[in-house]
């Protein structure tokens, strides 16, 4: 395992690096003036789209996607440090490098069981970061963290397929330029293999039939930079049969496979979360004074940021070798990692963002400073894509299972 950046990589964090110092961050402030005046808190602000076309510009664009046919052709260990230095800044700097969660996924998708249809619809206007996109799959009245208890009906009529069910946290609905849903329902759902029973279409928003009853909130937060999460209601929607993704039968294995690498993505994020919660620490601790001294000479402070530092080269390095056996062995054959990595990178990253507010007390749980919406976002990450135990699950019965 050989974890030094190559020369790609090293031209492409010093670009990235260089735009993110430039642009980014001197735009957060901007953006959150501009949100202000917006028709919603999803509308987009001025300042983002400028932010992306100076993206496109410097070619810091679709840097998520390995096919070179449609993204930059990055392998997962390439793409690590990059989704590392968006996570800086992960309200504006994924979105504005077209490297956004949940339309990452879906273009992944699109990508691999898209049919040419599918794609020249679709997939083209998000690679061209023109419109958005959400993933319907988790729903209010089952443990969505077991995807075959999905309750929702794609059902089978002459040439269309009928869809109806609720679902909710449905990232990326409530945005205005949102104009498609990946929808997971069950066309077989007395199937005799439960992983065979859920399929995956294609339906527009404007689609009859399509609610998006409500905003979710997480934390109290809008989430607007994920495009918002939304409750929807699908009612007897009709589709054409031409929308299905892959074959019938195919949604769970679809899902497994785009869950993959949006788990590593969150994890190479996060620890973009923690970099910058070790400086506002460090800056803190230097500029502020207690009892006397400078909160840089007292002992706990001292041993918080020391902490912190050894815990995120720790994940860090767990990440990266899970990029290389992905990219190495294959997802399959990463599973182990990928599993280890979702379970101990953001409960790593709560723990260093729960030290940083510690330390910026009241400030630190004001809208003055990110680490609030920082902590939200990263608290939110045990439960989105599994939540912690699922995967300690699968993970424990892999290791006894060398014992039975």
Not at 364 to 387: K, M, W
Request: overall charge negative; hydrophobic content about 40%.
């Amino acid at each position: 395992m050989d974890f030094a950046f190559d020369a790609r990589t090293e031209e492409l964090r010093a670009r990235l690096l260089a735009f993110m110092d430039e642009y980014v961050h001197p735009a957060e402030p901007v953006a959150h003036e501009q949100r202000a005046q917006l028709p919603s808190p999803w509308h987009t602000p001025p300042v983002v789209e400028e932010l992306k076309a100076e993206a496109r510009r410097q070619g810091l664009w679709n840097l998520f996607l390995p096919d070179a046919e449609y993204g930059a052709g990055l392998t997962n260990l390439q793409y690590a440090p990059l989704a590392e230095i968006t996570g800086r800044s992960p309200q504006l700097a994924p979105t504005a490098t077209n490297c956004a969660a949940p339309d990452t996924g879906n273009m992944e998708v699109l990508a691999q069981f898209g049919t040419e249809e599918q794609k020249k619809q679709w997939l083209q206007p998000l690679l061209a970061g023109e419109i958005r996109s959400a993933f319907a799959m988790t729903e209010p009245e089952v443990a969505s963290s077991d995807a075959t208890n999905i309750t929702t009906r794609i059902e089978r009529d002459g040439d269309e397929y009928v869809i109806t069910g609720r679902k909710w946290y449905i990232s990326g609905a409530m945005h205005p330029d949102c104009k498609i849903f990946i929808v997971m329902g069950k066309t077989d759902p007395d199937g005799p293999d439960i992983r065979r029973q859920q399929s995956m279409v294609l339906v527009p928003r404007d689609t009859p039939g399509v609610t998006v009853t409500r905003a979710m909130q997480v934390f109290g937060y809008e989430d607007h930079y994920h495009g918002g999460h939304a409750e929807v209601v699908f009612d007897h929607v009709r589709v054409p049969v031409s929308n299905l993704i892959g074959e019938e039968g195919g949604g769970f294995a679809i899902a497994q496979a785009r869950l993959g690498p949006g788990r590593i993505h969150h994890c190479m994020r996060l620890i973009g979360m923690a970099e910058r919660a070790i400086e506002l620490m460090c800056r803190r601790a230097v500029s502020r004074t207690a009892f006397g001294k400078p909160l840089a000479q007292q002992g706990v402070v001292q041993n918080w940021i020391a902490d912190a530092r050894v815990a995120v080269e720790q994940v860090r390095l767990l990440v990266l070798k899970t990029a290389w056996m992905m990219d190495t062995v294959g997802n399959k054959g990463a599973h182990t990692e990928i599993q280890a990595i979702k379970i101990a990178t953001p409960r790593t990253v709560v723990g260093i963002l729960d030290q940083a507010i510690q330390l910026y007390g009241a400030g630190g749980v004001s809208q003055d400073f990110p680490l609030a919406e920082l902590y939200a976002a990263a608290r939110t990450l045990r439960l989105a894509d599994g939540p912690d135990e699922v995967h300690q699950r699968s993970l424990a019965r892999r290791e006894l299972k060398k014992y039975l």
